[in-house]
Structure formats: structure tokens, C-alpha cells
């Protein structure tokens, strides 16, 4: 089994047991005129990352691992949107609302798809999510269990957001995880450092976490 050097210790991973998730590569988090930017965001902060989660998906695909992308985006109607989120900020232009990359986080419309770098591949899953868990009223759970998964690896945006709280999401649902470093970005470089020392902390209170080299350079 493939041994990747991790902190907070060495993380062995069987690849027909793993998935790769990447978390919400769209251009609603990545591009300027979308959800990320209308909470007056810089996008900027973000630039490299579609890079790097496109040489993990490379990684990952080589391996045959199951493969998941997500995507935050509410369906049409917004019937899985609490008010409480559409709310929040107070935003002249929100999530629902016609902005620059179509409506805002919203299914089927440009901002929601995948920057060019991250598209899934036939027979990738794409997970749409209404929360900033991936398993928040999702069948993710299921999918993994079906599939006999009980490892994940994970990139994506932004770190302290929807890539913890998956992380965390899965770690009480008895997964192991590792998050891939240079494959995630924030708004908030120190939310960034910060997030990835919360999980390895405490011998790996959330799980492990590694640059992609390693990943790349895992051997049996
Ligand atoms: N605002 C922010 O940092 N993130 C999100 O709203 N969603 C995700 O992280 N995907």
C-alpha cells in the first residue's frame, strides 16, 4: 500500500479504498463576478490552485482512484437554500440573483461549472451540494460506504470553509482523510496555515496533511 510521509504521521492509503475529492472548483469561488468575489473577496488569493488540483487529479486518476468533484450550488428554485444563507451579508447581489457569471451559486449557470483547469471526466462523480459540508444533505456518505471507500485525499477551496468542514464532517463519520496543502487556497492565507495545523493537531485530531510531492512520490 502506497505510504504518503504526512504529519502528523506516515498516511497508508489502499487505492481501490480511496477517494480523491476536490471541493467546489468553480468559477463562482475562482473567478471575479462570482459568489466568492460578491462577499468582497480577492479572487486573486486563489490564483495557482486550479493549477495544483489539476496535477492532484492528474495523481489521482493515474492511481484509479474514485474520483468526486463538488460543486456548492443551490438548485433553481432554491428550495434547498436556508434564508438564513441567502441572508447573510446582507448583499446587493446574492446568492439567486443575476450577477456577472449568471445567477449567483446557483445550478446550471456559468459561475457554478468548474474552472477549465478542474472539468470532471466521464465517469467522475460530481457531487452539487447546498452546504459547506460535502455531507450535508448529500448521498455522499452512502456513495463511500457502497463503494467500500474509507479514505479520502482532498483539495479544493477555500480551506476553512468547505474543505474543513468536510474534513470534519468525515472524520466523525470514521474516515481517515488527508488534506492535500499546496492543492487548497483561502482568502485568508493565515486562515489557510491556520486550517491545516487545527488538522493535524493533537496526533491528528482531523486527520493528516501533506504537500502534493508526497503524494507524488508515495511509494508501496
Ligand atoms: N466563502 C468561502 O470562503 N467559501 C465558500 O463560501 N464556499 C466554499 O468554501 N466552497
Given at each position: 500500500?502506497?505510504?504518503?510521509p504526512?504529519?502528523?504521521?506516515?498516511?497508508?492509503?489502499?487505492?481501490?479504498?480511496?477517494?480523491?475529492?476536490?471541493?467546489?472548483?468553480?468559477?463562482?469561488?475562482?473567478?471575479?463576478?462570482?459568489?466568492?468575489?460578491?462577499?468582497?473577496?480577492?479572487?486573486?488569493?486563489?490564483?495557482?490552485?486550479?493549477?495544483?488540483?489539476a496535477?492532484?487529479?492528474?495523481?489521482?486518476?493515474?492511481?484509479?482512484?474514485?474520483i468526486?468533484?463538488?460543486?456548492?450550488?443551490?438548485?433553481?428554485?432554491?428550495?434547498?437554500?436556508?434564508?438564513?444563507?441567502?441572508?447573510r451579508?446582507?448583499?446587493?447581489?446574492?446568492?439567486?440573483?443575476?450577477?456577472?457569471l449568471?445567477?449567483?451559486?446557483?445550478?446550471?449557470?456559468?459561475?457554478?461549472?468548474f474552472?477549465?483547469?478542474?472539468?470532471?471526466?466521464?465517469?467522475?462523480?460530481?457531487?452539487?451540494?447546498?452546504?459547506?459540508?460535502?455531507?450535508?444533505?448529500?448521498?455522499?456518505?452512502?456513495?463511500?460506504?457502497?463503494?467500500?471507500?474509507?479514505?479520502?485525499?482532498?483539495?479544493?477551496?477555500?480551506?476553512?470553509?468547505?474543505?474543513?468542514?468536510?474534513l470534519?464532517?468525515?472524520?466523525?463519520?470514521?474516515?481517515?482523510?488527508?488534506?492535500?496543502?499546496?492543492?487548497?487556497?483561502?482568502?485568508?492565507?493565515?486562515?489557510?496555515?491556520?486550517?491545516i495545523?487545527?488538522?493535524?493537531?493533537?496526533?491528528?485530531?482531523?486527520?493528516?496533511?501533506?504537500?502534493?510531492?508526497?503524494?507524488?512520490?508515495?511509494?508501496?
Amino acid at each position: 500500500m502506497p505510504t504518503v510521509p504526512a504529519r502528523p504521521g506516515p498516511f497508508r492509503f489502499d487505492a481501490r479504498r480511496t477517494a480523491l475529492v476536490v471541493i467546489d472548483m468553480q468559477r463562482d469561488f475562482l473567478e471575479p463576478g462570482g459568489f466568492g468575489a460578491m462577499l468582497g473577496n480577492d479572487v486573486a488569493q486563489l490564483d495557482g490552485v486550479a493549477a495544483q488540483c489539476a496535477r492532484l487529479l492528474d495523481w489521482g486518476r493515474g492511481l484509479g482512484l474514485r474520483i468526486i468533484h463538488t460543486q456548492e450550488a443551490h438548485a433553481r428554485d432554491l428550495s434547498d437554500c436556508p434564508p438564513a444563507k441567502r441572508a447573510r451579508g446582507n448583499l446587493a447581489c446574492g446568492i439567486g440573483d443575476a450577477g456577472p457569471l449568471g445567477r449567483v451559486l446557483v445550478e446550471g449557470e456559468p459561475g457554478a461549472d468548474f474552472v477549465p483547469e478542474c472539468r470532471p471526466l466521464p465517469g467522475e462523480t460530481v457531487l452539487r451540494k447546498p452546504g459547506k459540508g460535502a455531507f450535508f444533505a448529500t448521498s455522499l456518505e452512502q456513495q463511500l460506504r457502497y463503494a467500500g471507500i474509507t479514505h479520502l485525499i482532498v483539495g479544493g477551496v477555500t480551506t476553512e470553509v468547505c474543505v474543513q468542514t468536510t474534513l470534519r464532517e468525515a472524520n466523525d463519520r470514521g474516515f481517515d482523510a488527508l488534506l492535500v496543502e499546496d492543492c487548497t487556497g483561502s482568502y485568508f492565507p493565515e486562515f489557510k496555515r491556520a486550517t491545516i495545523e487545527m488538522v493535524v493537531a493533537q496526533g491528528g485530531i482531523v486527520g493528516w496533511a501533506a504537500p502534493l510531492r508526497a503524494l507524488l512520490d508515495a511509494r508501496d
